[in-house]
């Protein structure tokens, strides 16, 4: 597994909120023996919240432990053919969630708003 294909992986699992926790929510390290990636949690504490829940919620309760780690361990097994395969899918995949959030969140409000 490369890096880019472990940064889509866990960018794609992590909860949509404002965005803030998918472009800041983790920072990532290669060298010659490991790729590691790591969830900045200064920058973004209730990524703690969002994996243990709360009273409030357990809606995104476990999605590093379930989600992120369970797509990791499928896509290292694959092989590449079959892996390229699988990402094209899981591209589309994150490309519909990312447009449904933005639709949820009323931007086809504001632009209708904005004529």
């Given at each position: 597994m490369n890096?880019?294909?472990?940064?889509?992986?866990?960018?794609?699992?992590?909860?949509?909120?404002?965005?803030?926790?998918?472009?800041?929510?983790?920072?990532?390290?290669?060298?010659e023996h490991?790729?590691?990636?790591?969830?900045?949690?200064?920058?973004?504490?209730?990524?703690?919240?969002?994996?243990?829940?709360t009273i409030?919620?357990?809606?995104?309760?476990?999605?590093?432990?379930?989600?992120?780690?369970?797509?990791?361990?499928?896509?290292?097994?694959?092989?590449?053919?079959?892996?390229?395969?699988?990402?094209?899918?899981?591209?589309?995949?994150?490309?519909?969630?990312?447009?449904?959030?933005?639709?949820?969140?009323?931007?086809?409000?504001?632009?209708?708003?904005?004529?």
């Open positions: 890096l880019e294909t472990m940064r889509l992986v866990v960018t794609n699992n992590m909860p949509y909120d404002t965005g803030f926790m998918f472009m800041a929510g983790s920072k990532y390290y290669e060298n490991f790729i590691l990636c790591k969830y900045d949690t200064e920058r973004v504490p209730y990524i703690i919240y969002n994996e243990e829940g409030y919620t357990v809606k995104n309760k476990n999605f590093i432990r379930y989600k992120t780690v369970g797509d990791l361990i499928r896509f290292e097994s694959m092989s590449e053919s079959n892996l390229r395969a699988n990402l094209s899918k899981y591209n589309d995949r994150a490309k519909r969630r990312a447009s449904t959030n933005i639709i949820a969140q009323g931007a086809l409000n504001k632009i209708k708003a904005g004529r």
